[in-house]
């Protein structure tokens, strides 16, 4: 269960990273236009780049067998970043279904992580 829920981590951070980098583009690209008032826009999607790398690295350790912690971690961004930007919850919400079910995967092994 734990290669699943590592290949649903990897597979759910994918699009979170992409979105956090089209995100912080337009925010940085608004405040560059108009002014600094956007940059709460690019640092949302600064936080979801975050957001998506550890989802990734999480997965990938989740399948090697190596940190449950990390692994965890990794899956719980990915059902928190599709939350926090509510904006984009439709393009998210597969991401949002495969995070929750890699936190459940991923947190049901437990015992097969060294």
Known sequence: MRIVGGILSVLSGI??????????WLGGFASYMMGWSAAGIAVTG?????????????????????AWLLA?????????????FYKAILVLFPVLIMGAL??????RSRRSFR
């Open 46 to 66: 600064i936080a979801l780049v975050f957001m998506g790398v550890i989802a990734v690295i999480g997965g990938a350790v989740a399948i090697s067998g190596k």
């Open 72 to 84: 965890l971690i990794g899956a719980v961004c990915t059902v928190i970043a599709p939350i926090w």
């Open 102 to 107: 890699s936190v459940v995967f991923i947190g």
């Open 15 to 24: 699009p979170v990273f992409l979105v956090g980098l089209y995100v912080a």
